[in-house]
């Protein structure tokens, strides 16, 4: 099989003729020039041949990359014939050409589609020689067609499942509502993950109830029903949307957002303890409590010199508060730690006894919090499950958007999130027919 009926049969040109073939090895061009013959040409409109001839018409096309050919161009001699069932002169149908873009193959729509699924449109125009600004059109509608063909695997393990939103945009507003209101607001998507699969199924804009309800509701009831287990952060919305669409999940409290919210009341009693020891003028205490030595004071683990070891234990002995908070967190770190139930309700009873007994304030109102999350952790000890999926899909999302050096069409950003981190793809949906044609009228 020579090269160019190869050419002719990877993209689906059969039915015409090849006249001649030019490659240009210093710009890797090869000029494809073929013809449609009469015969073999159909009125657009009903499907019928000509009739006679009426005049050749000539058009350029882009053709997908074949091996060391970087840019393939078809030159294509077509008819226009008279259509006795029409009564009037038609073009023929041309498949093979892009309904949307007039000067492409369907073979190179597919190609490009395919390859920015991966990478960036400037990278992929890079790759095929083309302009990116079009190439950001053909992702945009090919996102659009595939969300018609979207559909979840059969298979889908719907046991564990997450949601987590991740920041879109932020907006200045136009005009103030008052002199004390914020310049700025922002906007966010929240994602519904299968933490089984590391896949974001749907996605809605906002944080709040309704938006993950929108999301939730796009699965169906007897799916919905097998979820055992769902990771949240600590947002009320979202709570009530679990609590009333998945009646067989239980709610785990994401245990990342659990010691931030501890770390974040050491931190407050770091920099109570601070101010008194500045304004005691004691240089140890000052130099061991700022605020770049907060992260050793809070690491589980630290990597210290026996210089520092000895430092660390004097501060413990002079500073009681300080000692008692380390305390807290080293004891609430190991309160997580447990494997059962049983285990977790003892340790965490010694957990209440020492805030208690240490009289520390900001830590009692966190004890009340996490009292009032209590089922939520024992569901977070049963399964072991967080958002560390989640939230490492947002940190992949981020990248996209920076790299894209961010989205501002809502629809846009939310495809491309199902696209590079979800199901939109030519992975999991079959998109070969696009390759020779585009069904019309369009799905």
């Known amino acids: ?110 190609v490009a589609g395919r390859l920015m699924e991966e990478t960036t449109c400037a990278a992929a125009a890079r790759i095929l020689k083309c302009d990116p600004k079009l190439l950001w059109r053909i992702d945009q509608w090919r996102m659009k067609y595939m969300k018609r063909l979207y559909e979840l695997p059969e298979d889908l393990n719907y046991k564990f499942m997450s949601a987590d939103e991740v920041h879109f945009l ?152 300080i000692n008692a908070g380390m305390l807290i967190v080293d004891v609430f770190h190991k309160t997580l730690d447990q494997k059962s139930l049983k285990k977790f309700r003892k340790k965490l009873a010694q957990w209440y006894r020492l805030v208690r007994e240490s009289k520390l304030k900001i830590f009692k109102k966190f004890a009340l919090k996490v009292r009032a999350y209590r089922k939520n952790i024992e569901a977070y000890i049963k399964s072991n499950l967080t958002t560390a999926i989640s939230e490492g899909l947002n940190n992949k999302i981020k990248v996209l958007r920076r790299v894209a050096y961010t989205y501002t069409n809502e629809e846009s950003y939310k495809n491309k999130i199902l696209q590079r981190c979800g199901f939109l793809n030519s992975t999991y949906i079959n998109t070969n027919f696009l390759f020779w044609h585009v069904p019309s009228p369009q799905i």
């Open 1 to 110: 099989m020579d090269m160019n009926r190869l050419i002719c049969e990877s993209n689906g040109l059969q039915d015409l003729v090849f006249e001649k073939g030019h490659f240009s090895e210093d710009h890797q061009r090869y000029d494809l020039y073929m013809e449609l013959p009469l015969e073999k040409s159909c009125c657009k409109k009903c499907g019928c041949g000509f009739f006679e001839l009426h005049q050749w018409h000539q058009k350029s096309l882009r053709l997908p990359p074949n091996g060391i050919s970087s840019k393939v161009v078809l030159h294509l001699k077509y008819p226009r014939g008279f259509c006795f069932i029409c009564e009037k002169v038609q073009a023929p149908i041309l498949s093979f050409i892009h309904p949307e873009f007039g000067g492409l193959t369907c073979s190179f729509v597919e």
């Open 170 to 321: 932020t907006k200045r507003y136009s005009k103030k509502k008052h002199p004390f209101s914020s310049k700025y607001y922002v906007q966010y998507v929240t994602n519904l993950v299968c933490s089984k699969h590391s896949k974001v199924l749907f996605n809605a804009m906002g944080r709040s109830f309704s938006s993950l309800s929108s999301c939730l509701k796009k699965l169906p009831q007897t799916d919905r029903e097998k979820i055992e287990f769902f990771a949240l952060d600590m947002n009320d919305g979202f709570f009530g949307a679990v609590e009333k669409l998945c009646p067989n999940a239980e709610i785990a409290v994401d245990r990342y957002h659990l010691v931030e919210n501890l770390n974040k009341v050491f931190n407050q009693l770091r920099i109570e303890e601070f101010k008194k020891a500045k304004t005691r003028r004691d240089d140890f205490q000052v130099g061991m409590l700022e605020a770049g030595r907060k992260f050793i004071l809070m690491e589980r683990n630290p990597i210290l010199s026996i210089e520092e070891q000895n430092m660390l234990g004097k501060l413990k002995m002079l500073n009681v508060n």
